[in-house]
């Protein structure tokens, strides 16, 4: 247990070190962390409402934040290049990540023109049915990135990176509320970039 919580705890560093360092994408990153935990709390009530709130509000803010405003040059305060970063990161980097966002777009788009998703389920009758098919599609391709990647780092590394990982995902929400709930005040004092890295708590 002591090991798996030190790599969660380097996972967690290596994540905000190398790819939080603007404040607009940590205010975007809180935005998306409290959007979480109420699509958590919703997850108890109607899984596919929950869905929806996760991928329409939760990894849009997100992931705007990565692909937006975080800078993609040389990382001085870390002495990486971004294609560095890309290539160790332990998740869903950028191009894996365009891969998702892809599908994640695509589901909404095949689902109106093929209301019955070409024979394989019952077709909607309106957009309350069409908006519940396209939550169920994004919760069923929420929970088959993560398996998917967990497998995919279990065959890479071993299974207990790929177990961290999920632990990681799933947590975000809670730790970036800790990690970033200043980052709002911190854009109107005008701090576009954190001037430096203190080690995570």
Do not use: C
Not at 42 to 57: E, G, H, N, Y
Not at 141 to 167: H, I, M, S
């Amino acid at each position: 247990m002591k090991r798996f919580l030190q790599e969660l705890a380097t996972q967690r560093w290596d994540d905000h070190r190398y790819y939080h360092h603007s404040r607009i994408n940590q205010a975007l990153h809180l935005v998306s962390a409290i959007s979480f935990v109420l699509a958590y709390a919703w997850l108890l009530i109607d899984p596919v409402v929950s869905a929806l709130i996760a991928w329409l509000v939760s990894m849009t803010t997100r992931q705007a934040g990565h692909f937006f405003f975080e800078p993609k040059g040389y990382d001085e305060i870390n002495q990486a290049t971004h294609e560095h970063k890309e290539a160790i990161k332990v998740g869903y980097n950028l191009q894996r990540k365009v891969v998702l966002m892809g599908l994640w777009a695509f589901i909404p788009l095949m689902l109106a023109v093929s209301p019955g998703a070409f024979g394989l389920i019952e077709p909607h009758a309106d957009f309350h049915g069409y908006a519940r098919q396209v939550g169920t599609a994004w919760l069923l391709l929420g929970v088959g990135g993560l398996v998917f990647r967990v497998l995919q780092l279990w065959y890479l590394k071993d299974l207990q990176t790929g177990l961290v990982w999920a632990t990681k995902i799933i947590t975000d929400p809670f730790h970036d509320i800790k990690l970033y709930h200043r980052a709002p005040l911190q854009l109107l004092r005008g701090e576009w970039l954190e001037p430096g890295h203190g080690r995570l708590r």
